[in-house]
């Protein structure tokens, strides 16, 4: 299994363009829950997705993206650090269709969160149409949000997730119609070629005739960012009394990460380290 993403620039166009495989690093989101297949490959998806627009950033931090519905499917989420490592999980009640993305989601919405290490967290939030799907949505996203005109092409299945994004830069140059012919090339690709050639044999099978610069490849790969740290952060959000009326209940506080699986325990000892004796008022859970 060989996780990568490829960035490449068209030098005579103002063109730029990425592609991504992930093999091993679905693989262990898929390992961590049993997922219905619809679910497997909107994950699949929008992981290949979060790793080619975290790629596109020039920022320290963490690239979220989430879906959220009232329907069958509750919640997707999916996280690329600009380390280019992935985790991702989801939520949903009852049996979970071959539908629609909008089917499966009802009264939907998408978001997509920067999580930078150092400054303010920037989220924006878009609606989406009947019969549109990951793609379509994210397609519509960077026009409006981000003002870049972006094409993407996702698949997902057995086991594996790929995607192939072009952008069209701001600041043009070389041959105007470049644009409209690299889109015409691109959307000949198809699911079993993003999923089973090799990046590069995909780059030449699509643009083998136009001078394509192609970078050094990243490696994506799964890595979970939760810590007893984070957890008990979130604990003193939580508040001190919500904690204390568990431990009554309960004897410990048991938390386990939604996107690793990994276990945290927290007894009377460590809550009352937790606390230091200060309580505070809670504002609900975090992520971990």
Known sequence: MSDTLERFLFDDAPVRGELVKLDAA???VLARQSYPPVLQA???????????????L???GTLIMQLHGTA???????ECTSSMTLRATARWEGEVPALSLAELLGQGRFAITLEPEEG?????????EPGQGVAQIIEHYM???????TRLWLASGNGAAAGLMVQKLPAGHGDPDAWGRVQQLAQTITADELLQLPARDTLYRLFHEEQVRVFEPDTPRFACTCSRERVGSMLRMVGLSEV????AERG???VTCEFCGLGYRFDPVDVAQLFGGHGTDGAGPQRH
């Open 58 to 60: 020039k920022f320290d």
């Open 120 to 128: 303010e967290t920037y989220q924006g939030i878009v609606g989406f």
């Open 26 to 28: 679905y693989q262990e």
């Open 72 to 78: 069958s499917v509750k919640l997707i989420v999916v």
């Open 42 to 56: 909107l994950i699949g998806e929008l992981m290949a997705a979060a790793a080619l627009l975290s790629a596109t």
């Open 244 to 247: 204390e009326t568990v431990l």
């Open 252 to 254: 410990n506080i048991d």
């Open 143 to 149: 026009a409006r949000s981000e003002q870049l005109q």
